[in-house]
């Protein structure tokens, strides 16, 4: 697992929480609705994807990984979450990071899910209410993006990004 410098106290204050996140019933329903293989075996959540018909089908291997960012996409609901700052950007990695956990356990098993990862973002500056989070999935496999190699890039994100087999 890795993440840039601005998610890693964010990261850290959820991992010393003696109370495990509960995810709404919207994200343990697309978690719990598990993964199927799409097209150039793709790994896509059931829940994104659906049965395939409003997604094109005719994917080239070796862009696969653009596919599942694309369809495995993941707005996660803050909504809820408290207003203050430290409050919602906590609670807000706290909960990305409970469906993190959830969505890659329902993958074992499954053809690739051993090269599934997770990349966490959570808006910090002045519109984290409005930024929110985000997780999206893909396969280390052709098309993943060089741009995940550098998170400190990302200025205005915390960012992680977790590998299926590198633990949670």
């Known amino acids: 697992m890795r993440k840039n410098s601005l998610m890693l106290p964010?990261?850290?204050a959820v991992a010393e929480r003696e109370d495990p996140e509960i995810l709404p019933d919207d994200l343990r329903d697309l978690a719990e609705s598990g993964w199927r293989i799409g097209p150039a075996g793709s790994l896509l959540l059931v829940g994104c994807y659906g049965d395939g018909s409003g997604w094109r089908n005719d994917w080239q291997t070796e862009k696969i990984a653009q596919h599942e960012l694309e369809v495995n996409d993941v707005s996660i609901p803050c909504d809820d979450l408290p207003k203050e700052r430290d409050q919602?950007?906590?609670?807000?990695?706290?909960?990305?990071?409970s469906f993190v956990v959830a969505a890659i356990?329902?993958?074992?098993?499954?053809k690739s899910?051993?090269?599934?990862v997770a990349i966490?973002?959570?808006g910090v500056d002045d519109d984290y209410l409005?930024?929110?989070?985000t997780v999206k999935f893909a396969t280390r496999r052709g098309g993943?993006?060089?741009?995940?190699?550098d998170l400190e890039r990302f200025q205005y994100e915390a960012m992680a990004v977790i590998e299926s087999t590198g633990g949670n």
């Open 10 to 12: 964010l990261w850290q």
């Open 130 to 133: 409005t930024h929110g989070a």
């Open 113 to 116: 899910a051993e090269s599934l």
């Open 144 to 149: 993943f993006p060089e741009a995940y190699a």
């Open 120 to 122: 966490v973002s959570v």
């Open 88 to 97: 919602f950007l906590r609670a807000a990695v706290a909960r990305s990071r």
């Open 105 to 110: 356990e329902a993958a074992h098993g499954l």
